[in-house]
Nanobody, 118 residues
Framework: QVQLVESGGGLVQAGGSLRLSCAVS????????MGWYRQAPGKQRELVAT???????NYGDSVKGRFTISRDNFKNTVYLQMNSLKSEDTGVYYC????????????WGQGTQVTVSS
């Protein structure tokens, strides 16, 4: 059972930056991909960014050019650098780990709150 622990959320003014971290309880290579998702009040959870073991990244349209996902394989940690934050980036950010074998499994962290004040 993969355990994920997020940190780094908080309150920031619009235009500011935050960096989120997600610590993985086992080797990050035991997963196929890691990602960040977010959920705003009254809205569905949406993709923010993903990164594969090969380093391929994918971003949601609303964060392209502002957010960067990265990973430290030695520390078994995934990061989300968020720049030029907007009020619409407010929400709970969840770390995700995906395994594809022997069947698809998703693991989630407890979430960390990000609030951007305008």
């Amino acid at each position: 059972q993969v355990q994920l622990v997020e940190s780094g959320g908080g309150l920031v003014q619009a235009g500011g930056s935050l960096r989120l971290s997600c610590a993985v309880s086992e080797s990050i290579f035991s997963t196929n991909a890691m990602g960040w998702y977010r959920q705003a009040p009254g809205k569905q959870r949406e993709l923010v960014a993903t990164i594969t073991n090969g380093g391929n990244t994918n971003y949601g349209d609303s964060v392209k050019g502002r957010f960067t996902i990265s990973r430290d394989n030695f520390k078994n940690t995934v990061y989300l650098q968020m720049n030029s934050l907007k009020s619409e980036d407010t929400g709970v950010y969840y770390c995700n780990a995906k395994k594809l074998s022997p069947y698809v499994r998703d693991y989630w962290g407890q979430g960390t709150q990000v609030t951007v004040s305008s």
